[in-house]
């Protein structure tokens, strides 16, 4: 094995016979991991709205390729019961550089509005057949790029569009289109001699019953000398044949709090935000509300924030729907908080603040409520500088929000990685990061690893990481050691200028090793094997590292295996072993994995198919030599061919887990003296199998996980105490035929996983936060 160049798993199920163990509630929440799409400051979130089932993400420094750079886009996800599916991505017909598409998002029903200032346009989608199609393009009469577009509001009947004008020379304006025609109805501005230059009217807008409110955050208030930038609200009404001006809401004359900034109406009532008031500190922000009463609109009402703190920006955006009302405050000081979101419920006379938790992976500087958005009882909030999926990629989340009760997380809306496939082949945990591979194998798209990294409760995808080759099988092997990740193409060749090449252009296998630094993950070394079987090789198939040691399963072809150790000297990584049979051992080096100086290897295809597992030493040399093999028992299935013992390993403290999925068992053996024994057997001597158990295997101290995925029917995934022998099904949060649940499985402190590389469902990832609680003996 040498250092590869730096270039920019099959699973099988096997059938057996049922068995039903003590049904159990998942560990704890659950969080659904979706490959993310790349954004780097794309600003998801910028803008959100919500409507029912559906929601929509905007994404206004998107882009679309090289030569449309900050086209935008727009994001639209329908609710399945248990996440966000992303239904489509919409961008404009003909994406133009800095058009900035979905700057501002409005959705009722089946209709979304998105702006485009940096163009000049809005554009009008609509879903026709399951399907959102562009039907309309508007451009405003007197604005052009830069203007129209910056605020939306959509009822039942109209859309009102907002452009704000150039300060200092020109006041703003508010277009109102008709619904059944798109035809434009009227252009609203301020009263003659209202307005003010650079008042900035149109930044905010909301239309509801018969009323037009509009946000006028820059407008100076008072007299000798007026408060500049104190903000104002202008009301219109609709009247039998044209929209007419109404009132000004007012607050008080203290300079630099940009009321206006935000607003949200329902007909009878204006709600305002003043995202810079000094409330309770520098830019606290503030919210006020204003009732409709007979003859114009009642005195202004401060509504109080829990908690609210200097910096946090209380009402920088604003969302309303019947008894609810929401307000983001995104700012807190830098390196304060993540940003957050204000319920409120209106109960009696009066609005009561409800309890929002921060969503469980917020970080700091995500600007979470920098958008906002209500429907009924759920509540979604954008946090545009968000990094899942890259720096300022951002990020959107919903919550629901039942009566009488504080609300919920349900979950993230993300932008979905369209490349992605075979997403969970395999996968590695540590309490940190999580590594999942996805080779593809299609000879076509090449094979990614998406890296999350933990944040807060949850997790957050930190890299997507691929190669050059679209049929190397990069992703099929990922192991994890702190900050070190290894990633094995068993089907990689290395490059034709490269030197020394042993039978060129041989597909015998390449692994990736990479490294963190400074939050990105950089290729430290890479290996191929060295020299390779005449036959072909296989090498990366398995992998594992711990410490400055890595070793690299090999099956080979036609031919007894191989496995591969490498160890790093100095600032050098040099291949030290390379372990072997002298006797036909088929798939010898299918599974792999390290421990302190043992190694432990899986020969699935051994003994006729029944399998083995080989145990390897490190003596004080460092050299590396085959000590035991333990063979599989006979199938306990009548009329198995394999049992396939050996086809998952894993090692702990003085404990190793075997898989056999053709058998449908996991085995455990305890280190006694210098040898082994068997300590247990899952399911159980009383038990029948379980159809591909032991396909995957994650030992930590005395927890095992077991996937046993079945592609034909319902995956399933265990959790097994090796002590006392108690067990508890883990259970997905829906589980559909085909979708290979339990295909991989990891274990950490705080954290289980199992992944689903089917395509019934889209492929995805679980993580159960894991409670101290082990399963009770059966």
């Known amino acids: 094995m040498r250092k590869l160049p730096v270039l920019a798993l099959t699973l099988m199920a096997l059938a057996g016979a049922a068995v039903a163990l003590a049904d159990a509630e998942p560990p704890g929440p659950v969080s659904e991991l979706f490959p993310v799409e790349p954004g780097r400051n794309a600003e998801r979130g910028f803008a959100v709205a919500v409507d029912g089932d559906w929601l929509a993400m905007g994404a206004p420094r998107d882009d679309a390729d090289e030569t449309a750079k900050d086209s935008g886009a727009v994001y639209l996800f329908h609710w399945s019961g248990t996440t966000w599916d992303q239904a489509a991505k919409l961008r404009a017909d003909s994406p133009l550089p800095n058009a900035q598409l979905g700057f501002a998002v409005a959705l009722r029903g089946d209709v979304l509005a998105a702006g485009a200032p940096g163009e000049g346009a809005v ?31 959509l009822d039942t009947e109209r859309l009102a569009v907002g452009a704000i004008g150039v300060p200092d020379t020109t006041g703003g304006a508010i277009y109102l289109y008709r619904r059944d025609s798109w035809a434009l109805e009227q252009v609203v501005s301020p009263p003659p001699g209202a307005g003010q230059p650079g008042e900035r009217f149109a930044s905010a807008v909301s239309l509801a019953g018969g009323v037009l409110a509009v946000g006028a955050p820059g407008r100076d208030v008072g007299t000798g000398p007026p408060a500049a930038d104190a903000g104002a609200v202008y009301v219109f009404q609709r009247g039998p ?9 007012l607050p008080p004359p203290v300079a630099g709090q940009q009321f206006g900034s935000a607003v949200a109406t329902d007909g009878a009532q204006v709600f305002v935000g003043a995202p810079t008031a000094d409330l309770q500190g520098g830019n606290s922000g503030a919210l006020y509300r204003f009732v409709q009463v007979a003859g114009g609109w009642g005195s202004r009402q401060d509504l109080p924030a829990a908690g609210l703190a200097a910096g946090d920006q209380l009402g920088a955006s604003l969302a ?82 039942p009566v009488d009760q504080p609300c919920a997380e349900e979950a993230e809306a993300v932008a979905r990685d369209r490349s992605a496939g075979s997403v969970g082949v395999s996968v590695a945990l540590t309490p940190r990061f999580l590594a999942v591979g996805a080779p593809r194998n299609d000879g076509v798209t090449a094979g990614v690893v998406y890296l999350y990294r933990r944040a807060g409760q949850a997790w957050r995808q930190e890299a997507r990481l691929t190669t050059d080759d679209p049929a190397d099988g990069f992703g099929s092997s990922v192991a994890l050691d702190g900050e070190r990740l290894l990633v094995g193409a068993p089907q990689g060749r290395l490059p034709p200028q490269s030197p020394e090449l042993y039978f060129p252009g041989t597909r015998n296998g390449l692994v990736y090793l990479y490294s963190r630094q400074g939050g990105s993950w950089i290729v430290e070394d890479g290996f191929d094997p060295r020299p390779p079987a005449p036959g072909g090789e296989k090498f990366g198939t398995s992998v594992a590292i711990e410490g400055d040691v890595v070793a690299i399963g090999s099956p080979r072809v036609g031919q007894p295996g191989a496995v591969y150790v490498a160890e790093k000297t100095g600032d050098r990584w040099m291949q030290t072993g390379a372990l072997t049979l002298a006797s036909s051992a088929e798939n010898f080096g299918a599974a792999v994995s390290l421990r302190g100086q043992l190694l432990a290897i899986g020969a699935p295809g051994e003994e006729g198919g029944i399998g083995a597992v080989h145990l390897a030493t490190r003596d004080s040399s460092g050299r590396w030599t085959l000590a035991q093999k333990m063979p599989g028992t006979r199938p306990i299935i009548s009329g ?72 034909l029917g319902q995956g399933r995934a265990f959790l097994f105490d090796v002590e006392s022998g108690g067990s508890r099904e883990i259970m997905p949060l829906k589980s559909l035929a085909g979708d290979g649940f339990g295909a991989a499985v990891a274990l950490s402190e705080d954290f289980s996983v199992v992944t689903s590389p089917g395509s019934t469902r889209h492929d995805r990832v679980t993580v159960f936060a894991e409670p101290h609680v082990m399963p009770e003996p059966r």
Not at 125 to 130: E, R, S, V
Request: net charge neutral; hydrophobic share 45%; proline share 5%.
């Open 123 to 153: 554009y009008v989608f609509a879903l026709q057949d399951g399907v959102w199609e562009q039907v309309k393009k508007l451009t405003g009469t007197f604005h052009g790029a830069g203007a129209f577009g910056r605020s939306l509001a």
């Open 241 to 249: 044949f044209h929209w007419r001006g109404m009132a000004m809401l």
């Open 320 to 401: 309303l729907s019947g008894d609810l009302l929401v307000a983001g405050a995104p700012a807190p000081p830098p390196g304060k908080g993540t940003g957050r979101a204000h319920v409120f419920r209106h109960s009696g006379a009066s609005w009561l603040e409800v309890e929002i938790p921060g969503a469980r992976n917020a970080e700091v500087r995500d600007l979470a409520g920098f958008a906002v958005g209500v429907s009924g009882e759920r509540v979604v909030v954008g946090g545009v500088l968000g990094d899942q999926g890259d720096g300022a990629a951002g990020a959107t989340w919903s919550f629901r929000c």
């Open 640 to 711: 198995a061919v394999d049992q396939g013992f050996g086809a998952s390993v894993s090692l702990g403290d003085g404990l190793l887990a075997v898989g056999a999925p053709g058998s449908g068992t996991v085995s455990v053996f305890q280190a006694v003296g210098g040898g082994w024994q068997g300590l247990r057997r899952f399911p159980g001597p009383e038990d029948r199998a379980i159809p591909g158990l032991g396909t995957s295997l994650s030992l930590l101290g005395t927890r095992l996980a077991a996937g046993a995925p079945d592609l």
